[in-house]
T-cell receptor
Framework: DAGVIQSPRHEVTEMGQEVTLRCKPI?????LFWYRQTMMRGLELLIY????????DSGMPEDRFSAKMPNASFSTLKIQPSEPRDSAVYFC???????????FGSGTRLTVV | GESVGLHLPTLSVQEGDNSIINCAYS??????FIWYKQESGKGPQFIID???NMDKRQGQRVTVLLNKTVKHLSLQIAATQPGDSAVYFC???????????WGAGTKLIIKP
């Protein structure tokens, strides 16, 4: 298994631009998580999907952030418009049931200038 | 807690020695605990887990100890190797909750 696949690995964009981060979970996993990691705040859960349905999006910072999971093998996290304070590493993780066996992707390092 | 300040606690260990990384967890209702290893430029990687009905669990070169009385978790790494250099996070959750509470992380440095 290739694990959780995220793209792009790095993204540099100008303030105000739209950014789309992509994630392919492990086949057979039905839980998907988007995290953001910064030095100041550590790992923050942004949103959790179960069976493609958003269960908890209380961690999404504001309306500029949105996430979708159109099918079991693909999810996107979109930021529109992006701001410099959104600069962070964004991780996607998947699991078969809740937190057991969480597997993280390699992350997308986002820099907004 | 979920916060990570600018300075991670750091543990420096001589190669070949044993390492012990400690974590104080926050929720007395937590019943499932996980240790993750995060290498530079990578996502957190599962190392070992333990449920609250146990106080010790061993893996390959790693042992996790759980002391529920004082809400303390530790990760022991035997015969530390250069590849063990990373930031180590403990995480806790309760019941079937998907929400992990992350520790602050400890940076492990291996001295040659």
């Amino acid at each position: 298994d290739a694990g959780v696949i995220q793209s792009p690995r790095h993204e540099v964009t100008e303030m105000g631009q739209e950014v789309t981060l992509r994630c392919k979970p492990i086949s057979g996993h039905n839980s998907l998580f988007w995290y953001r990691q910064t030095m100041m705040r550590g790992l923050e859960l942004l949103i959790y999907f179960n069976n493609n349905v958003p269960i908890d999006d209380s961690g999404m910072p504001e309306d500029r952030f949105s996430a979708k999971m159109p099918n079991a093998s693909f999810s996107t996290l979109k930021i529109q418009p992006s701001e410099p304070r959104d600069s962070a590493v964004y991780f996607c993780a998947s699991s078969f049931m809740g937190v057991d066996g969480y597997t993280f992707g390699s992350g997308t390092r986002l820099t907004v200038v | 807690g979920e916060s990570v300040g600018l300075h991670l606690p750091t543990l420096s260990v001589q190669e070949g020695d044993n390492s012990i990384i400690n974590c104080a967890y926050s929720n007395s209702a937590s019943d499932y605990f996980i240790w993750y290893k995060q290498e530079s430029g990578k996502g957190p990687q599962f190392i070992i887990d333990i449920r609250s009905n146990m106080d010790k669990r061993q893996g390959q070169r790693v042992t996790v100890l759980l002391n529920k009385t004082v809400k303390h978790l530790s990760l022991q790494i035997a015969a530390t190797q250069p590849g063990d250099s990373a930031v180590y996070f403990c995480a806790e959750t309760s019941g079937s909750n998907y929400q992990l509470i992350w520790g602050a992380g400890t940076k492990l440095i291996i001295k040659p």
